[in-house]
């Protein structure tokens, strides 16, 4: 029997291990999708509590907690630091073969090397031993990137940020790079109640009154300028799915002005609105060089009740029509035919369309760009041992392995990390399997060089963050 999450935790071979310890393990993170606060990152945040680390803003946890029968007091609510960490330790138990239960351990492994299993038992010792190591200097935001040997992360913002916390940091000196990405779902989603309200923001940020539709792009143009002379070389859009209805310019401009005037609008003018916007930004990012992501397969805001009170991101996700795929060959080949696909990266939250993903992107590789088009690593519910194996399974039956980007945290935690860690055991695992039953040639100079380049090499050519 094995030891539970050992220092050989999922590597089942010895070329697994040899590939994971000696090429895998050593490779900087470059975590080119993340959520983490820029203010947080700018002012060296302290934190308070392993709570607030640990719990604060973890939809994941809260999810399970509920889910445990923990009220919302001790989720998102007003009960004490402790209390909520207590409840999380009493749910722990219960999440054996959730992927919780080993990012959790890998988390107090690996920042605070605490070896032992959460569990009500436990709670008080290990709550104290964290809150008492988080004094120290190195367990600040910085400090955490810093352990994890992070090089470079790329928060979400909305095109009207200022980008004040990215610019302080920069000027700070501080050695790891925090990018800005551009995400103006805002800007798209004309559906939305408060759409006009962001057009007025949008207006005054950037200097141009937006009341046409071509206005809003050029009040988009100057914000992506802004982002671009602040570093940022990526935008990413959270989608339902893709759209690809034709429209004319005057569709689209009188769409616009309905939503402004707050009128209803039908779900066929919803869908061409989305259809140009999306056009409208692929271009830009194409103009820019940048790289587009595209995560689509999301259906946020469901429970009224929990989106009124904690905002975002807590319903539950999945969608698969694979009439989605033909919309999606549709708008990428609307971009390639015009000279407008920049590279890209598409992200399914549904397993099921992982070959419908990894055949997609065989059809829009340019012949010059190695990887151009990517398949996004599993995401959200799926980046875990079954969803991250499918994936690159998928994508090495369809695609190339070998260039893909690798994986990233997508979280607002600074203890988020080790899913990278988790992620690189389950490549070297997958390869080592293949050596071991004579898939694979055991050949340790390529298979050294695709680990690497996979956990960080690819990722570090592709983003062009180091021009």
């Given at each position: 029997m094995k030891q539970f999450m050992d220092e050989n935790f999922l590597l089942e071979t010895e070329t697994a291990q040899e590939l994971f310890h000696n090429h895998a393990a050593k490779m900087p993170i470059i975590d080119y999708h993340c959520h983490l606060d820029p203010q947080m990152v700018a002012e060296d945040h302290q934190f308070k509590s392993i709570t607030e680390l640990w719990?604060?803003?973890d939809h994941y946890k809260w999810r399970a907690m509920r889910t445990n029968g923990v009220a919302e007091k001790y989720c998102t609510g007003d009960a004490s630091d402790w209390e909520k960490f207590e409840k999380w330790a009493e749910t722990m138990p219960?999440?054996?073969?959730?992927?919780?239960?080993?990012?959790s351990h890998?988390?107090?492994?690996?920042?605070?090397?605490?070896?032992?299993?959460?569990?009500?038992?436990?709670?008080?010792?290990?709550?104290?031993?964290?809150?008492?190591?988080?004094?120290?200097?190195?367990?600040?935001?910085?400090?955490?990137?810093?352990?994890?040997?992070?090089?470079?992360?790329?928060?979400t913002d909305d095109p009207i940020d200022d980008l004040k916390w990215h610019k302080k940091t920069r000027e700070s000196g501080f050695e790891i790079k925090m990018l800005p990405a551009w995400r103006p779902d805002?800007?798209?989603?004309?559906?939305?109640?408060d759409f006009a309200d962001y057009m007025k923001k949008l207006s005054e940020v950037s200097g141009i009154e937006v009341n046409s539709f071509k206005c809003m792009v050029d009040a988009l143009q100057k914000r992506h300028d802004f982002f671009a002379e602040n570093g940022c070389r990526l935008s990413d859009h959270g989608l339902e799915e893709f759209y690809d209805e034709k429209f004319t310019d005057s569709q689209v401009e009188t769409i616009?002005?309905?939503?402004?005037?707050?009128?209803?609008?039908s779900p066929l003018e919803i869908?061409?609105?989305?259809?140009?916007?999306?056009?409208?930004?692929g271009e830009m990012d194409a103009d820019a060089d940048w790289t587009q992501q595209y995560h689509y397969g999301t259906i946020r805001d469901n429970n009224t009740l929990m989106y009124n009170?904690?905002?975002?991101?807590?319903?539950?996700d999945s969608i698969g029509e694979f009439s989605t795929a033909k919309a999606m060959s549709h708008f990428l080949d609307e971009l390639n035919s015009e000279g407008k696909l920049t590279r890209t990266i598409l992200y399914c939250l549904n397993p099921c369309a992982n070959e419908v993903i990894a055949t997609m992107l065989g059809n829009f590789q340019d012949g010059i760009t190695p990887g151009k088009i990517q398949m996004g690593s599993g995401w959200w519910f799926n980046d875990q041992l079954d969803g991250m194996?499918?994936?690159?399974?998928?994508?090495?039956?369809?695609?190339?392995?070998?260039?893909?980007?690798?994986?990233?945290?997508?979280?607002?935690?600074?203890?988020?990390?080790?899913?990278?860690?988790y992620f690189r055991r389950l490549l070297c695992n997958l390869l080592g399997n293949d050596v071991e039953k004579g898939l694979l040639p055991n050949d340790q100079e390529i298979l050294a060089r695709m680990v690497e380049d996979i956990s960080y090499n690819n990722a570090h050519r592709y983003f062009k963050f180091y021009k």
């Open positions: 719990l604060g803003g219960y999440t054996f073969r959730n992927p919780l239960y080993h990012w890998l988390e107090l492994k690996t920042a605070f090397g605490i070896d032992k299993q959460l569990s009500p038992a436990t709670a008080r010792e290990i709550y104290d031993e964290c809150n008492e190591k988080l004094k120290k200097p190195e367990f600040s935001a910085r400090g955490l990137m810093r352990h994890y040997n992070v090089e470079c992360v790329c928060t805002k800007a798209m989603n004309i559906e939305k109640s616009f002005g309905k939503a402004l005037r707050g009128l209803q609008l869908r061409q609105y989305k259809h140009a916007f999306l056009k409208v930004c009170k904690l905002g975002a991101d807590l319903g539950f194996t499918k994936q690159m399974n998928a994508l090495s039956v369809l695609g190339l392995l070998s260039r893909f980007v690798g994986m990233l945290t997508d979280s607002r935690s600074f203890l988020s990390y080790p899913r990278h860690e």
